[in-house]
T-cell receptor
Framework: AQSVTQPDIHITVSEGASLELRCNYS??????LFWYVQSPGQGLQLLLK??????LVQGIKGFEAEFKRSQSSFNLRKPSVHWSDAAEYFC?????????????FGTGTRLQVTL | EPEVTQTPSHQVTQMGQEVILRCVPI?????FYWYRQILGQKVEFLVS????????KSEIFDDQFSVERPDGSNFTLKIRSTKLEDSAMYFC??????????????FGDGTRLSIL
């Protein structure tokens, strides 16, 4: 069964600083990996996805993530954080199960941005 | 940009009552999902639905739960006799297709279900 670990429950960064959120996954085949962001009281918005090909993927809002098979990681990065990036970030792995696919989420990392 | 819409945004129900959560997936999507998030916990898969039948369900999705696509646009989750532990945020998601394109799942804003 697939699983996702986000080792950092809470991270605080200053506005303008760089950001890296860690994600490690466990899956027996080639993973489909996603990062979602959830602002308070909101749903899950897709930031970026990795299916195959280039291991560095670009997403919305200036985010990128790098797939490293050897480390089973898919860390999310942003070179300069904005105060509006404060939210909860979820890493997820997608698995095919017959005729559909389900997502398995990590426990999330809450990002706080100080001015 | 098309989006998944869920109603109501907040539902308060007495324990033991039936509740129906409604979702309108993105119009050209074929795969539908329900997830839930208990306060402070991670998002958990409940069920996936394709071609008018359940594709997969988790152990959470017991006999008290059912899903239905009653018409061409709505996708519903019914809980027959609610328990206190059903209190959670319920997310509906949809995706266009599977296979090589592996389209991502798009989520609604959720329905917060509170059981009293």
């Amino acid at each position: 069964a697939q699983s996702v670990t986000q080792p950092d429950i809470h991270i605080t960064v200053s506005e303008g600083a760089s950001l890296e959120l860690r994600c490690n996954y466990s899956y027996g085949a080639t993973p489909y990996l996603f990062w979602y962001v959830q602002s308070p009281g909101q749903g899950l918005q897709l930031l970026l996805k990795y299916f195959s090909g280039d291991t560095l993927v670009q997403g919305i809002k200036g985010f990128e993530a790098e797939f490293k098979r050897s480390q089973s990681s898919f860390n999310l990065r942003k070179p300069s954080v904005h105060w509006s990036d404060a939210a909860e970030y979820f890493c997820a792995v997608g698995a095919h199960t017959g005729t559909a696919s389900k997502l398995t989420f990590g426990t999330g990392t809450r990002l706080q941005v100080t001015l | 940009e098309p989006e998944v819409t869920q109603t109501p945004s907040h539902q308060v129900t007495q324990m033991g009552q039936e509740v129906i959560l409604r979702c309108v997936p993105i119009s050209n999507h074929l795969y539908f999902y329900w997830y839930r998030q208990i306060l402070g916990q991670k998002v958990e898969f409940l069920v996936s639905f394709y071609n008018n039948e359940i594709s997969e369900k988790s152990e959470i999705f017991d006999d008290q739960f059912s899903v239905e696509r009653p018409d061409g646009s709505n996708f519903t989750l019914k809980i027959r006799s609610t328990k206190l532990e059903d209190s959670a945020m319920y997310f509906c998601a949809s995706s266009e297709s599977l296979g090589h394109s592996n389209q991502p799942q798009h989520f609604g804003d959720g329905t917060r279900l509170s059981i009293l």
